[in-house]
Protein backbone atom coordinates (compact mmCIF):
# COMPACT_ATOMS: atom_id res chain seq x y z
CA UNK A 1 0.00 0.00 0.00
CA UNK A 2 1.00 3.57 -0.32
CA UNK A 3 3.88 4.16 1.83
CA UNK A 4 3.48 8.18 1.60
CA UNK A 5 1.77 9.18 5.00
CA UNK A 6 4.05 8.71 7.45
CA UNK A 7 5.03 9.88 11.30
CA UNK A 8 8.24 11.03 12.06
CA UNK A 9 10.07 9.50 14.68
CA UNK A 10 13.02 9.84 16.99
CA UNK A 11 15.53 6.22 17.57
CA UNK A 12 14.31 4.65 20.59
CA UNK A 13 17.24 1.50 20.56
CA UNK A 14 18.88 3.23 23.28
CA UNK A 15 15.70 4.12 25.53
CA UNK A 16 14.12 1.73 28.21
CA UNK A 17 11.84 0.93 25.43
CA UNK A 18 14.38 -1.74 24.48
CA UNK A 19 15.46 -2.87 27.72
CA UNK A 20 13.96 -6.84 28.72
CA UNK A 21 11.39 -7.14 31.43
CA UNK A 22 9.82 -10.43 33.03
CA UNK A 23 6.20 -11.17 32.31
CA UNK A 24 4.85 -13.97 33.92
CA UNK A 25 7.74 -16.82 33.77
CA UNK A 26 9.16 -15.14 30.44
CA UNK A 27 11.59 -12.46 29.66
CA UNK A 28 10.40 -10.42 27.33
CA UNK A 29 13.45 -8.65 25.01
CA UNK A 30 11.94 -5.22 24.99
CA UNK A 31 9.01 -3.45 26.50
CA UNK A 32 6.41 -3.10 23.39
CA UNK A 33 3.47 -5.13 22.87
CA UNK A 34 1.24 -5.61 20.39
CA UNK A 35 -2.54 -5.22 21.68
CA UNK A 36 -5.26 -6.29 20.40
CA UNK A 37 -7.53 -5.25 16.53
CA UNK A 38 -9.47 -6.86 15.44
CA UNK A 39 -9.32 -7.39 11.80
CA UNK A 40 -12.57 -9.70 10.90
CA UNK A 41 -10.26 -11.79 8.96
CA UNK A 42 -11.33 -15.50 10.26
CA UNK A 43 -14.12 -17.79 8.23
CA UNK A 44 -17.68 -16.59 9.25
CA UNK A 45 -17.54 -19.79 11.69
CA UNK A 46 -14.75 -18.01 13.87
CA UNK A 47 -12.18 -20.15 12.40
CA UNK A 48 -8.72 -18.48 11.98
CA UNK A 49 -6.95 -18.48 8.26
CA UNK A 50 -3.70 -18.53 6.35
CA UNK A 51 -4.09 -14.94 5.91
CA UNK A 52 -4.25 -14.20 9.87
CA UNK A 53 -0.96 -16.83 9.80
CA UNK A 54 0.66 -14.73 7.57
CA UNK A 55 -0.21 -11.13 9.55
CA UNK A 56 0.70 -12.48 13.49
CA UNK A 57 4.56 -13.99 11.45
CA UNK A 58 5.25 -10.59 10.03
CA UNK A 59 4.75 -8.97 13.53
CA UNK A 60 6.69 -11.89 15.28
CA UNK A 61 9.90 -11.13 13.46
CA UNK A 62 11.33 -9.07 16.46
CA UNK A 63 12.60 -12.17 18.34
CA UNK A 64 11.25 -11.17 21.64
CA UNK A 65 7.60 -9.82 20.72
CA UNK A 66 4.73 -9.91 23.04
CA UNK A 67 1.57 -10.13 20.19
CA UNK A 68 -1.72 -10.33 21.70
CA UNK A 69 -4.41 -11.62 19.25
CA UNK A 70 -7.34 -9.59 17.93
CA UNK A 71 -10.36 -10.09 20.84
CA UNK A 72 -11.08 -14.07 20.12
CA UNK A 73 -14.45 -15.65 21.39
CA UNK A 74 -14.06 -17.44 24.38
CA UNK A 75 -17.52 -19.54 23.77
CA UNK A 76 -20.19 -19.83 21.53
CA UNK A 77 -22.88 -17.88 23.59
CA UNK A 78 -20.29 -14.73 23.60
CA UNK A 79 -20.48 -14.63 19.51
CA UNK A 80 -22.65 -12.04 17.60
CA UNK A 81 -19.79 -11.38 15.05
CA UNK A 82 -19.01 -12.98 11.69
CA UNK A 83 -15.29 -13.29 10.47
CA UNK A 84 -14.22 -13.05 13.92
CA UNK A 85 -11.66 -15.95 14.96
CA UNK A 86 -12.90 -18.42 18.55
CA UNK A 87 -11.35 -20.75 20.12
CA UNK A 88 -14.38 -22.46 21.49
CA UNK A 89 -14.17 -25.68 19.60
CA UNK A 90 -11.44 -28.04 18.19
CA UNK A 91 -11.28 -26.80 14.76
CA UNK A 92 -10.48 -23.43 16.10
CA UNK A 93 -8.03 -24.70 18.46
CA UNK A 94 -5.83 -26.69 15.57
CA UNK A 95 -5.90 -23.13 13.67
CA UNK A 96 -4.83 -21.05 16.62
CA UNK A 97 -1.76 -23.60 17.07
CA UNK A 98 -0.59 -23.26 13.64
CA UNK A 99 -0.42 -19.33 14.59
CA UNK A 100 1.24 -19.81 17.56
CA UNK A 101 3.74 -22.33 16.70
CA UNK A 102 5.08 -19.55 14.34
CA UNK A 103 4.97 -17.15 16.52
CA UNK A 104 7.10 -19.75 18.71
CA UNK A 105 9.32 -19.95 15.87
CA UNK A 106 9.98 -17.01 15.89
CA UNK A 107 10.74 -16.27 19.29
CA UNK A 108 8.35 -14.25 20.26
CA UNK A 109 5.53 -14.81 22.21
CA UNK A 110 1.29 -14.98 21.81
CA UNK A 111 -1.42 -13.96 24.33
CA UNK A 112 -5.15 -14.97 23.48
CA UNK A 113 -6.90 -12.17 24.39
CA UNK A 114 -11.02 -14.03 25.41
CA UNK A 115 -14.03 -11.86 24.18
CA UNK A 116 -17.38 -11.99 24.68
CA UNK A 117 -20.14 -9.44 23.72
CA UNK A 118 -22.97 -9.20 25.54
CA UNK A 119 -25.65 -6.68 24.89
CA UNK A 120 -23.11 -5.79 21.47
CA UNK A 121 -23.68 -8.65 19.78
CA UNK A 122 -25.39 -8.72 16.33
CA UNK A 123 -28.77 -9.81 17.52
CA UNK A 124 -29.44 -11.27 13.92
CA UNK A 125 -26.58 -12.72 13.87
CA UNK A 126 -26.77 -14.77 17.13
CA UNK A 127 -30.69 -15.61 15.92
CA UNK A 128 -29.17 -17.24 12.61
CA UNK A 129 -27.18 -19.23 15.26
CA UNK A 130 -29.84 -20.21 17.63
CA UNK A 131 -28.69 -18.05 20.34
CA UNK A 132 -31.20 -15.72 22.58
CA UNK A 133 -29.34 -12.27 22.64
CA UNK A 134 -28.54 -11.55 26.76
CA UNK A 135 -26.62 -9.56 28.46
CA UNK A 136 -25.89 -8.59 32.82
CA UNK A 137 -29.32 -6.37 32.03
CA UNK A 138 -31.69 -5.83 29.56
CA UNK A 139 -30.37 -2.52 28.83
CA UNK A 140 -29.51 -1.85 25.46
CA UNK A 141 -26.24 0.27 24.35
CA UNK A 142 -27.85 1.88 21.24
CA UNK A 143 -30.83 2.89 19.77
CA UNK A 144 -29.85 1.27 16.63
CA UNK A 145 -29.36 -1.71 18.66
CA UNK A 146 -32.50 -1.61 19.89
CA UNK A 147 -34.01 -1.53 16.92
CA UNK A 148 -32.00 -4.35 14.96
CA UNK A 149 -33.30 -7.08 17.82
CA UNK A 150 -36.73 -5.97 17.41
CA UNK A 151 -36.58 -6.48 13.86
CA UNK A 152 -34.36 -9.85 14.23
CA UNK A 153 -37.13 -10.62 16.38
CA UNK A 154 -34.19 -11.42 19.20
CA UNK A 155 -34.81 -8.83 22.31
CA UNK A 156 -31.86 -8.21 24.15
CA UNK A 157 -32.69 -9.90 28.03
CA UNK A 158 -30.99 -10.44 31.08
CA UNK A 159 -28.79 -12.93 31.74
CA UNK A 160 -30.31 -15.87 34.24
CA UNK A 161 -28.57 -16.76 37.38
CA UNK A 162 -27.73 -19.81 35.46
CA UNK A 163 -26.59 -18.62 32.46
CA UNK A 164 -24.17 -15.93 34.82
CA UNK A 165 -22.81 -19.46 36.68
CA UNK A 166 -22.29 -20.84 33.57
CA UNK A 167 -19.69 -18.29 32.00
CA UNK A 168 -18.15 -18.78 35.31
CA UNK A 169 -17.59 -22.36 35.83
CA UNK A 170 -17.82 -23.47 32.24
CA UNK A 171 -17.41 -20.85 29.25
CA UNK A 172 -14.20 -19.24 30.62
CA UNK A 173 -12.43 -22.14 31.75
CA UNK A 174 -13.21 -24.29 28.75
CA UNK A 175 -11.87 -21.01 26.95
CA UNK A 176 -8.83 -21.20 28.92
CA UNK A 177 -7.50 -25.01 28.43
CA UNK A 178 -8.38 -24.76 24.78
CA UNK A 179 -5.86 -21.82 24.72
CA UNK A 180 -3.15 -23.98 26.04
CA UNK A 181 -3.65 -26.65 23.60
CA UNK A 182 -3.39 -23.90 20.94
CA UNK A 183 0.04 -23.32 22.27
CA UNK A 184 -0.65 -19.40 23.74
CA UNK A 185 1.87 -18.51 26.35
CA UNK A 186 -0.74 -15.75 27.94
CA UNK A 187 -4.51 -15.65 28.08
CA UNK A 188 -5.89 -12.18 28.52
CA UNK A 189 -9.85 -11.59 29.86
CA UNK A 190 -11.38 -8.54 27.86
CA UNK A 191 -13.11 -6.47 30.90
CA UNK A 192 -12.98 -2.94 28.73
CA UNK A 193 -15.00 -1.13 25.86
CA UNK A 194 -17.97 -2.21 27.07
CA UNK A 195 -18.09 -6.08 26.73
CA UNK A 196 -19.56 -8.72 28.64
CA UNK A 197 -17.63 -8.55 31.44
CA UNK A 198 -17.12 -4.34 31.63
CA UNK A 199 -20.88 -4.88 31.56
CA UNK A 200 -21.27 -6.39 34.45
CA UNK A 201 -18.66 -3.52 35.88
CA UNK A 202 -20.91 -0.98 34.63
CA UNK A 203 -24.28 0.60 36.56
CA UNK A 204 -25.14 2.11 33.35
CA UNK A 205 -25.12 -1.80 31.97
CA UNK A 206 -25.61 -3.69 35.27
CA UNK A 207 -29.14 -2.89 36.38
CA UNK A 208 -29.11 -6.68 38.62
CA UNK A 209 -30.27 -6.59 41.99
CA UNK A 210 -29.12 -9.98 42.68
CA UNK A 211 -25.29 -10.85 43.96
CA UNK A 212 -24.47 -9.29 40.43
CA UNK A 213 -25.41 -6.32 41.03
CA UNK A 214 -25.67 -2.90 42.59
CA UNK A 215 -22.73 -2.27 45.32
CA UNK A 216 -18.91 -2.47 43.26
CA UNK A 217 -18.20 -5.99 44.98
CA UNK A 218 -21.50 -7.46 43.39
CA UNK A 219 -20.53 -5.94 40.27
CA UNK A 220 -16.86 -7.11 39.95
CA UNK A 221 -18.10 -10.44 41.48
CA UNK A 222 -18.29 -12.03 38.00
CA UNK A 223 -14.51 -10.61 36.56
CA UNK A 224 -12.96 -11.82 40.21
CA UNK A 225 -15.14 -15.26 40.04
CA UNK A 226 -13.25 -15.83 36.34
CA UNK A 227 -9.93 -15.28 37.53
CA UNK A 228 -10.52 -17.49 40.64
CA UNK A 229 -11.49 -20.22 38.27
CA UNK A 230 -8.82 -19.76 35.54
CA UNK A 231 -5.72 -19.48 38.08
CA UNK A 232 -5.33 -23.17 38.47
CA UNK A 233 -5.84 -24.23 35.06
CA UNK A 234 -3.55 -21.78 33.55
CA UNK A 235 -1.22 -20.23 35.88
CA UNK A 236 -1.45 -16.90 37.56
CA UNK A 237 1.88 -16.24 35.49
CA UNK A 238 0.18 -16.61 32.32
CA UNK A 239 -2.98 -14.74 33.28
CA UNK A 240 -4.05 -10.99 32.27
CA UNK A 241 -6.50 -8.71 32.10
CA UNK A 242 -7.91 -5.54 30.03
CA UNK A 243 -9.36 -2.83 31.63
CA UNK A 244 -10.59 0.97 30.37
CA UNK A 245 -11.44 2.81 33.24
CA UNK A 246 -12.22 5.97 31.18
CA UNK A 247 -13.76 4.47 28.01
CA UNK A 248 -16.98 6.10 26.89
CA UNK A 249 -17.25 3.45 23.78
CA UNK A 250 -20.35 1.38 23.89
CA UNK A 251 -21.62 3.01 27.59
CA UNK A 252 -22.67 6.20 28.27
CA UNK A 253 -20.30 6.75 31.12
CA UNK A 254 -17.24 5.53 31.77
CA UNK A 255 -16.59 2.87 34.52
CA UNK A 256 -14.18 5.24 36.82
CA UNK A 257 -11.63 4.65 39.06
CA UNK A 258 -13.73 3.29 41.83
CA UNK A 259 -14.75 -0.42 40.93
CA UNK A 260 -11.14 -0.44 39.45
CA UNK A 261 -9.15 0.60 42.52
CA UNK A 262 -11.20 -2.27 43.84
CA UNK A 263 -10.53 -4.68 41.61
CA UNK A 264 -6.80 -3.75 41.57
CA UNK A 265 -6.77 -4.30 45.40
CA UNK A 266 -8.20 -7.90 44.87
CA UNK A 267 -5.84 -8.94 42.27
CA UNK A 268 -2.93 -7.55 44.60
CA UNK A 269 -4.09 -9.49 47.54
CA UNK A 270 -4.15 -12.68 45.56
CA UNK A 271 -0.63 -11.69 44.61
CA UNK A 272 0.35 -11.48 48.13
CA UNK A 273 -0.51 -14.66 48.58
CA UNK A 274 1.70 -15.95 45.38
CA UNK A 275 -0.83 -15.57 42.67
CA UNK A 276 0.42 -12.56 40.65
CA UNK A 277 -1.06 -12.12 37.30
CA UNK A 278 1.16 -11.50 34.51
CA UNK A 279 -0.05 -7.99 33.85
CA UNK A 280 -2.91 -6.02 33.99
CA UNK A 281 -3.41 -3.84 30.48
CA UNK A 282 -5.17 -0.33 30.87
CA UNK A 283 -6.62 1.21 28.02
CA UNK A 284 -5.41 4.96 28.44
CA UNK A 285 -8.11 8.03 28.80
CA UNK A 286 -6.47 9.19 25.46
CA UNK A 287 -8.95 6.91 23.76
CA UNK A 288 -12.19 5.39 23.99
CA UNK A 289 -12.44 2.10 21.69
CA UNK A 290 -11.03 3.48 18.36
CA UNK A 291 -11.87 6.98 18.41
CA UNK A 292 -8.90 9.65 20.11
CA UNK A 293 -10.70 11.63 22.92
CA UNK A 294 -9.92 15.45 22.61
CA UNK A 295 -7.93 16.54 25.63
CA UNK A 296 -10.21 18.83 26.89
CA UNK A 297 -12.38 15.72 27.14
CA UNK A 298 -9.94 14.06 29.41
CA UNK A 299 -9.62 16.30 32.31
CA UNK A 300 -9.75 14.27 35.90
CA UNK A 301 -8.79 11.27 33.88
CA UNK A 302 -5.86 9.63 34.71
CA UNK A 303 -4.53 5.62 35.49
CA UNK A 304 -2.40 6.79 37.77
CA UNK A 305 -4.02 5.87 40.45
CA UNK A 306 -4.01 2.03 39.61
CA UNK A 307 -0.28 2.30 39.80
CA UNK A 308 -0.83 2.82 43.32
CA UNK A 309 -2.63 0.03 43.81
CA UNK A 310 -1.44 -2.79 41.62
CA UNK A 311 2.33 -3.45 42.06
CA UNK A 312 2.83 -5.93 39.39
CA UNK A 313 3.33 -4.79 35.54
CA UNK A 314 1.30 -2.97 33.32
CA UNK A 315 0.33 -2.69 29.59
CA UNK A 316 0.01 0.53 29.00
CA UNK A 317 -2.66 1.26 25.84
CA UNK A 318 -3.40 3.96 24.01
CA UNK A 319 -2.53 7.00 21.39
CA UNK A 320 0.66 6.57 21.81
CA UNK A 321 2.24 7.91 19.45
CA UNK A 322 0.25 11.17 19.73
CA UNK A 323 3.45 13.02 20.86
CA UNK A 324 5.86 11.73 18.01
CA UNK A 325 9.17 12.30 17.07
CA UNK A 326 9.94 12.44 21.01
CA UNK A 327 8.07 10.27 22.39
CA UNK A 328 8.23 11.93 25.82
CA UNK A 329 5.04 10.24 26.98
CA UNK A 330 6.09 6.47 26.37
CA UNK A 331 9.63 7.75 28.46
CA UNK A 332 7.77 8.86 30.99
CA UNK A 333 5.89 5.35 31.61
CA UNK A 334 8.65 3.39 31.39
CA UNK A 335 10.26 4.82 34.27
CA UNK A 336 8.97 2.29 37.28
CA UNK A 337 10.47 -0.19 35.23
CA UNK A 338 7.03 -2.03 35.32
CA UNK A 339 5.20 -1.28 31.99
CA UNK A 340 5.16 -2.11 28.50
CA UNK A 341 4.07 -0.21 25.93
CA UNK A 342 0.95 -1.26 23.72
CA UNK A 343 0.43 -0.24 20.18
CA UNK A 344 -2.37 -1.14 17.69
CA UNK A 345 -3.40 0.74 14.90
CA UNK A 346 0.96 1.51 13.85
CA UNK A 347 1.21 -2.03 14.41
CA UNK A 348 -1.37 -2.91 11.69
CA UNK A 349 0.41 -0.74 9.14
CA UNK A 350 3.92 -1.37 10.09
CA UNK A 351 4.36 -5.11 10.22
CA UNK A 352 8.04 -4.15 11.23
CA UNK A 353 6.88 -1.84 14.19
CA UNK A 354 9.20 -2.89 16.61
CA UNK A 355 12.57 -2.65 14.18
CA UNK A 356 11.30 1.03 13.18
CA UNK A 357 10.85 2.44 16.80
CA UNK A 358 14.61 1.01 17.32
CA UNK A 359 15.98 2.55 14.69
CA UNK A 360 13.90 5.55 14.10
CA UNK A 361 12.66 5.18 10.66
CA UNK A 362 9.42 6.69 10.08
CA UNK A 363 6.06 4.96 10.67
CA UNK A 364 3.35 4.35 7.92
CA UNK A 365 -0.20 5.32 8.60
CA UNK A 366 -2.85 3.40 9.13
CA UNK A 367 -5.78 2.77 6.91
CA UNK A 368 -8.97 3.23 8.96
CA UNK A 369 -11.10 1.70 6.18
CA UNK A 370 -9.59 -1.07 6.24
CA UNK A 371 -10.42 -2.21 9.50
CA UNK A 372 -13.40 -4.97 9.04
CA UNK A 373 -13.20 -5.34 5.22
CA UNK A 374 -12.37 -9.71 4.79
CA UNK A 375 -9.79 -9.83 2.24
CA UNK A 376 -6.25 -8.81 2.05
CA UNK A 377 -6.09 -5.44 0.72
CA UNK A 378 -4.66 -3.17 3.95
CA UNK A 379 -4.06 -6.65 5.98
CA UNK A 380 -1.05 -8.10 4.64
CA UNK A 381 -0.56 -5.55 2.18
CA UNK A 382 1.70 -3.29 4.13
CA UNK A 383 5.73 -2.82 3.24
CA UNK A 384 8.14 -3.20 5.75
CA UNK A 385 12.06 -1.36 5.88
CA UNK A 386 12.98 -4.53 4.04
CA UNK A 387 10.47 -3.98 0.97
CA UNK A 388 9.83 -0.54 0.75
CA UNK A 389 8.87 -0.26 -2.76
CA UNK A 390 6.63 -3.63 -3.40
CA UNK A 391 3.59 -2.76 -5.17
CA UNK A 392 -0.01 -4.24 -4.71
CA UNK A 393 -2.81 -4.43 -7.09
CA UNK A 394 -5.88 -3.22 -4.99
CA UNK A 395 -8.14 -5.16 -7.34
CA UNK A 396 -6.32 -8.47 -7.23
CA UNK A 397 -5.79 -8.14 -3.49
CA UNK A 398 -9.88 -7.60 -2.30
CA UNK A 399 -10.42 -10.64 -4.19
CA UNK A 400 -7.91 -12.80 -1.75
CA UNK A 401 -9.96 -14.03 1.25
CA UNK A 402 -8.80 -16.23 3.89
CA UNK A 403 -8.81 -20.21 3.89
CA UNK A 404 -9.48 -21.73 7.45
CA UNK A 405 -5.89 -23.40 9.08
CA UNK A 406 -8.21 -26.12 10.57
Known sequence: MSQENTTAIRALGDTKLFQPIKVGENVINQRIAYVPTTRRRATKDNIPTDLQLEY?????????????????????????????????????????KKITDTIRA????????????????????????????????????????????????????????????????????????????????????HSAHGYTLDQFLNPVSNKRTDKYGGSVENRARVLLAIID???????????????????????????GAEIHTYILQQLQERADKGHELAYVSLVEPRVSGIIDVAEKDQQGQSNEFALQVWKGNFIRAGNYTYDAPEFKTILHDLDNDRTLIGFSRFFTSNPDLVYKLKNGIPLTKYDRSTFYTHDNWGYNTWNGHENPNKQYNEEEEKKVIGKPLA
Open 56 to 96: YKARAQAPGTLLITEATFASLEGTGFANVPGIFNEKQVAAW
Open 106 to 189: AKSYSCVQLWHLGRTADPQELKERGLPFAAPSAEYFSKESEEQAKKAGNELRAYTQEEIEDLIERQYPQAAKNAIAAGFDYVEL
Open 229 to 255: KLIPIVGASRLALRLSPWATFQVSAPD
